[in-house]
């Protein structure tokens, strides 16, 4: 392959990541203020948390837009961008987790008790087809650009998918057999799986400039 085709390819590569990365910020905003909305009225921990690492997420594609903007402007790729990118997500991610486990613990102590809406198991459901999407995309461009930054965002939709389900998971047992214990420890399980993603993407290594 000829520089030109190389050149050529590494563009086509940003402009698909730009566009993944619009959807994807257009998804996490919407469905995070929407889950983070319905959780407050019914007092649902899990989807607050979800909502919450959503709008991280989407942090994070807004970064990357700006990021793939760069590139495109001054034909390469900054891995300083893509560092700043995994370090915004990665924190946020961490003290969301930190505060989630401790908000938790007291609602177990307490046995406070949730009132799921049907709105949020629905948002819940949708959320795992379309954040599973997202994650196989971003991981398929990833290596056209190449962009470290975007594989770990394909990673954290990845997550997010899977956050999605112990969201649906807790709430639903919540809201069929009354068990308002599975809305706290679904929580925690989102909230340790935050955290451990969050190790991962600041422990990633990205080429200096």
């Known amino acids: 392959m ?6 050529h390819s590494v563009s086509a590569g940003i402009h698909q990541g730009m566009r993944i990365s619009i959807c994807s910020l257009i998804w996490t905003v919407t469905a995070g203020s929407g889950a983070i909305a319905i959780g407050i009225l019914g007092n649902n921990l899990t989807l607050v948390v979800f909502g919450v690492i959503g709008l991280l997420d989407g942090v994070g594609s807004g970064t990357l837009i700006a990021h793939f903007r760069h590139a495109l402007r001054h034909d390469s790729v900054s891995s300083r961008h893509e560092r700043l990118t995994l370090l915004v997500v990665s924190w946020g991610m961490a003290v969301v987790g930190v505060a989630t486990i401790a908000d938790s613990i007291y609602r177990l102590r307490a046995e406070v008790h949730s009132n799921p809406l049907p709105a949020g198991i629905g948002l819940a459901a949708v959320s795992v087809l379309v954040l599973a999407a997202l994650a196989v995309g971003k991981r ?20 997010g998918a899977l956050l999605a389900v112990v969201t649906l998971a807790g709430t639903a047992l919540d809201k069929a057999f009354n068990w308002w ?11 340790v799986a935050a955290i451990g993603l969050s190790i991962t993407l600041i422990r990633r290594p990205v080429d200096a400039d």
């Not at 398929?140 to 939709?157: F, M, T």
């Not at 214990?181 to 909230?191: F, N, R």
């Open 2 to 7: 000829t520089d030109r085709q190389t050149n």
């Open 140 to 159: 398929r461009i990833a290596p056209r650009i190449p962009s470290h930054a975007l594989g770990a965002d394909g990673w954290l939709s990845a997550t």
């Open 181 to 191: 214990w599975s809305d706290p420890v679904a929580a925690i399980l989102v909230a």
